[in-house]
């Protein structure tokens, strides 16, 4: 049989593609369906994907594949149908989406540039385990029960998907392994998705230990060839286990058997940038190409997740306790406005969580404090005027870092000496208010000059290497309280820690986001977790200035179900996910004008082009930060059941309204 002539390519630009390229007679033998390639684009030399190969091209002037990247490097079908789907559903190029799902590195490795020698490898830390020395444990009733019911699908070979619920500690990481353990039993390769993991090092520490070397590990840390040599592995078959972030969803192990998506809920998997892919949503159709089993952890699960098992859609197992039987942490809310009327003054640490940190920190127990914001004062105004000190580029006020005696921008990083005198009129009242993780810290060390206190946030931990040392320091029992941001809301395991205090519940909850209530109950119960973690028992205090919020309520009794239930009747009032999808558009450019222009255009372009009844339209209003980095911003968003029934619609109306000077990104289902 004749050798394929020309090969359909795709590259990572926002521009649909394929293209059509001759195959030149050197490289005859090797390029395949998804090879790796260079090719000339526009005047630039790219790399470009082989999405198909044919015999013939009605096109004349045809230009040459320049290269293959690496013959070893060749995508496999499952991973094309996945990214095709991802570009279909989340609105990329499929070469944006398949770019996403080659490792940098492999990509870089080959256009003949060698590395520059790579500095020491940074390190998860090492919680200390022996590799493959941990065994099974005898799986309880509901483990055993779930298990039976995870290994039947398996067996089967039949995809489905199972939605495991169950409070931290009761054993849901337990059921993971096993079921993984099952899937290598029967030759099946496992992906075990976890949210940030170099947050996580605990969990990676004990699959580590249960699995060996059959385990590689992707992570957002690893240097390039490390990350290379990883990905080698996997492709080879000699890693049959793989645990990473979002994008080792697309791991190219074969023979897929179980997709594992610990805290699934988690904001985390999804992608910021082109393709603005959730992992969770990936996973899923991963396997259902696969044919194979997914399990979705959490002690809160998502709403669209809980929604679905509700439905049908996925199949619902609850852990209903913890292993030990050990108690959650009894939760305390402190009213912050009966605070403030009593201190005649907005207090950082209320009366109560004063004196239990008092209590625990003489008893050498150990205290986790938790504010997400960083700096010190995240807000400057002027006392006569009123005039608040706003960057220059973002519609956002300046945060006071006391560190480095700077106002900074926590969305451009722009940063610049604190005035003495109001840049407006001069009056030397400059008043700083608002509350960060700096200020928390230096109150602390004025109020509890005896302990040891260490800060935790992408400030301090900024260099590589010092979040672990805070960690271990901690575990040794070195620091006497923590306080941090969402940093250390995560998966943390420390026995001594009996006191988690929140600084401020309602953070979140005034985020302008129909999500804001459920992430305050996730985090605050996220948070929670932390506490009394062994015999020692445990205490949450939660300060707020909402605390009726019934967010903040079931958080105090642990109750995911009268939360849902309480969510699901909101969302279903106001036609919210998950009884409907959404796409939100944002269009930025320098000119507000121009940017209001264009949005009132796509608007009426997409009111024209929309056929049925069954797709909402909303806005144009300006986005909640109206200006970021120079760039004013405006929203539209679009509802209705089926992203599918948007996508045609938005398509038309996006070409229509093409313009130089405002930029449009469209994301789907936005988080
Ligand atoms: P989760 O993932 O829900 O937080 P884990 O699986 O980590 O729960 O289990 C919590 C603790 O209980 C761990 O220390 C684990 O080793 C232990 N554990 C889990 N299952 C069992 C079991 N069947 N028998 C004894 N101990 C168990
Ligand atoms: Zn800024």
Same mark, same amino acid.
């Given at each position: 049989?004749?050798? +394929?002539?020309?090969?359909?390519?795709?590259?990572?630009?926002?521009?649909?593609?394929?293209?059509?390229?001759?195959?030149?007679?050197?490289?005859?033998?090797?390029?395949?369906?998804?090879?790796?390639?260079?090719?000339?684009?526009?005047?630039?030399?790219?790399?470009? +994907?082989?999405?198909?190969?044919?015999?013939?091209?009605?096109?004349?002037?045809?230009?040459?594949?320049?290269?293959?990247?690496?013959?070893?490097?060749?995508?496999?079908?499952?991973?094309?149908?996945?990214?095709?789907?991802?570009?279909? $559903?989340?609105?990329?190029?499929?070469? !944006?989406?398949?770019?996403?799902?080659?490792?940098?590195?492999?990509?870089?490795?080959?256009?003949?540039?060698?590395?520059?020698?790579?500095?020491?490898?940074?390190?998860?830390?090492?919680?200390?385990?022996?590799?493959?020395?941990?065994?099974?444990?005898?799986?309880?009733? !509901?483990?055993?029960?779930?298990?039976?019911?995870?290994?039947?699908?398996?067996?089967?070979?039949?995809?489905?998907?199972?939605?495991?619920?169950?409070?931290?500690?009761?054993?849901?990481?337990?059921?993971?392994?096993?079921?993984?353990?099952?899937?290598?039993?029967?030759?099946?390769?496992?992906?075990?998705?976890?949210?940030?993991?170099?947050?996580?090092?605990?969990?990676?520490?004990?699959?580590?230990?249960?699995?060996?070397?059959?385990?590689?590990?992707?992570?957002?840390?690893?240097?390039?060839?490390?990350?290379?040599?990883?990905?080698?592995?996997?492709?080879?078959?000699?890693?049959?286990?793989?645990?990473?972030?979002?994008?080792?969803?697309?791991?190219?192990?074969?023979?897929?058997?179980?997709?594992?998506?610990?805290?699934?809920?988690?904001?985390?998997?999804?992608?910021?940038?082109?393709?603005? +892919?959730?992992?969770?949503?990936?996973?899923?159709?991963?396997?259902?190409?696969?044919?194979?089993?997914?399990?979705?952890?959490?002690?809160?699960?998502?709403?669209?997740?809980?929604?679905?098992?509700?439905?049908?859609?996925?199949?619902?197992?609850?852990?209903?306790?913890?292993?030990?039987?050990?108690?959650?942490?009894?939760?305390?809310?402190?009213?912050?406005?009966?605070?403030?009327?009593?201190?005649?003054?907005?207090?950082?640490?209320?009366?109560?969580?004063?004196?239990?940190?008092?209590?625990?920190?003489?008893?050498?127990?150990?205290?986790?404090?938790?504010?997400?914001?960083?700096?010190?004062?995240?807000?400057?105004?002027?006392?006569?005027?009123?005039?608040?000190?706003?960057?220059?580029?973002?519609?956002?006020?300046?945060?006071?870092?006391?560190?480095?005696?700077?106002?900074?921008?926590?969305?451009?990083?722009?940063?610049?000496?604190?005035?003495?005198?109001?840049?407006?009129?001069?009056?030397?009242?400059?008043? +700083?208010?608002?509350?960060?993780?700096?200020?928390?810290?230096?109150?602390?060390?004025?109020?509890?000059?005896?302990?040891?206190? =260490?800060?935790?946030?992408?400030?301090?931990?900024?260099?590589?290497?010092?979040?672990?040392?805070?960690?271990?320091?901690?575990?040794?029992?070195?620091?006497?309280?923590?306080?941090?941001?969402?940093?250390?809301?995560?998966?943390?395991?420390?026995?001594?820690?009996?006191?988690?205090?929140?600084?401020?519940?309602?953070?979140?909850?005034?985020?302008?986001?129909?999500?804001?209530?459920?992430?305050?109950?996730?985090?605050?119960?996220?948070?929670?977790?932390?506490?009394?973690?062994?015999?020692?028992?445990?205490?949450?205090?939660?300060?707020? $200035?909402?605390?009726?919020?019934?967010?903040?309520?079931? =958080?105090?009794?642990?109750?995911?179900?009268?939360?849902?239930?309480?969510?699901?009747?909101?969302?279903?009032?106001?036609?919210?996910?998950?009884?409907?999808?959404?796409?939100?558009?944002?269009?930025?450019?320098?000119?507000? !004008?121009?940017?209001?222009?264009?949005?009132?255009?796509?608007?009426?372009?997409?009111?024209?082009?929309?056929?049925?009844?069954?797709?909402?339209?909303?806005?144009?209003?300006?986005?909640?930060?109206?200006?970021?980095?120079?760039?004013?911003?405006?929203?539209?968003?679009?509802?209705?059941?089926?992203?599918?029934?948007?996508?045609?619609?938005?398509?038309?109306?996006?070409?229509?309204?093409?313009?130089?000077?405002?930029?449009?990104?469209?994301?789907?289902?936005?988080?």
């Amino acid at each position: 049989m004749d050798s +394929y002539k020309f090969a359909n390519i795709v590259i990572n630009r926002p521009i649909e593609g394929p293209f059509t390229y001759s195959i030149p007679g050197s490289l005859k033998e090797d390029v395949k369906t998804g090879s790796v390639v260079e090719v000339s684009f526009g005047n630039k030399v790219v790399i470009g +994907y082989v999405v198909g190969l044919s015999y013939k091209c009605d096109i004349e002037k045809i230009k040459p594949i320049n290269n293959l990247v690496d013959k070893k490097l060749c995508l496999v079908p499952d991973i094309l149908e996945l990214t095709k789907w991802i570009s279909n $559903y989340y609105y990329s190029s499929w070469g !944006e989406a398949i770019s996403a799902a080659v490792p940098g590195v492999l990509k870089k490795s080959i256009s003949g540039k060698r590395h520059r020698k790579e500095k020491q490898e940074d390190q998860i830390p090492e919680f200390e385990f022996i590799d493959g020395s941990d065994t099974h444990l005898t799986p309880n009733r !509901e483990q055993q029960e779930a298990l039976d019911s995870i290994m039947g699908s398996m067996d089967a070979r039949s995809h489905r998907v199972f939605l495991l619920h169950g409070v931290t500690g009761s054993g849901k990481t337990e059921v993971y392994l096993q079921s993984i353990a099952h899937a290598l039993k029967l030759g099946l390769s496992s992906i075990i998705l976890v949210p940030e993991i170099s947050l996580t090092p605990q969990i990676v520490a004990r699959f580590k230990s249960r699995f060996g070397d059959k385990i590689a590990v992707l992570h957002s840390k690893l240097l390039g060839s490390k990350r290379a040599s990883e990905w080698h592995r996997i492709n080879s078959g000699e890693a049959q286990i793989v645990i990473g972030a979002r994008s080792a969803v697309f791991a190219p192990v074969k023979n897929l058997g179980l997709v594992v998506v610990d805290e699934e809920h988690e904001t985390s998997y999804k992608q910021e940038d082109a393709p603005r +892919y959730n992992a969770r949503d990936a996973a899923i159709k991963r396997a259902e190409i696969s044919k194979a089993i997914v399990i979705l952890g959490s002690a809160t699960p998502s709403l669209e997740s809980f929604y679905a098992a509700k439905n049908g859609q996925f199949t619902l197992i609850e852990l209903s306790e913890r292993i030990d039987s050990r108690l959650l942490p009894a939760v305390d809310i402190v009213d912050m406005r009966e605070e403030m009327t009593r201190a005649k003054k907005v207090p950082i640490f209320s009366q109560k969580l004063r004196e239990w940190i008092e209590k625990d920190i003489s008893e050498r127990k150990q205290v986790i404090l938790f504010l997400n914001r960083r700096g010190f004062s995240t807000f400057i105004n002027c006392r006569k005027c009123g005039y608040v000190i706003k960057c220059k580029r973002c519609s956002v006020s300046l945060t006071y870092h006391f560190d480095k005696k700077k106002l900074v921008c926590h969305h451009c990083n722009f940063n610049m000496e604190p005035p003495e005198i109001c840049p407006e009129c001069n009056a030397a009242y400059l008043k +700083y208010w608002g509350l960060g993780t700096e200020k928390v810290e230096s109150e602390l060390n004025r109020f509890f000059p005896q302990a040891t206190i =260490a800060r935790m946030d992408t400030d301090s931990t900024h260099k590589r290497g010092s979040h672990d040392k805070v960690l271990s320091k901690f575990k040794d029992g070195h620091i006497d309280i923590i306080i941090g941001t969402q940093m250390i809301a995560k998966g943390l395991d420390f026995p001594k820690v009996t006191l988690v205090g929140v600084i401020s519940a309602d953070t979140a909850l005034n985020l302008p986001d129909f999500r804001s209530a459920e992430r305050t109950f996730n985090l605050l119960t996220q948070v929670a977790g932390r506490a009394g973690r062994s015999d020692l028992g445990g205490r949450v205090i939660i300060q707020s $200035y909402t605390p009726q919020h019934y967010s903040i309520q079931a =958080a105090k009794t642990h109750d995911y179900n009268t939360f849902y239930d309480k969510e699901i009747s909101l969302r279903k009032e106001l036609y919210l996910p998950p009884f409907c999808h959404m796409v939100s558009l944002t269009l930025r450019g320098r000119k507000e !004008e121009r940017v209001f222009k264009v949005s009132d255009n796509l608007k009426a372009s997409l009111e024209k082009e929309i056929k049925s009844k069954n797709i909402d339209i909303l806005g144009p209003a300006p986005a909640p930060i109206s200006k970021m980095k120079g760039m004013y911003r405006w929203n539209i968003f679009l509802r209705s059941e089926t992203i599918e029934n948007i996508i045609p619609t938005l398509k038309k109306a996006l070409d229509k309204n093409k313009s130089s000077g405002v930029i449009i990104t469209v994301d789907v289902d936005p988080c």
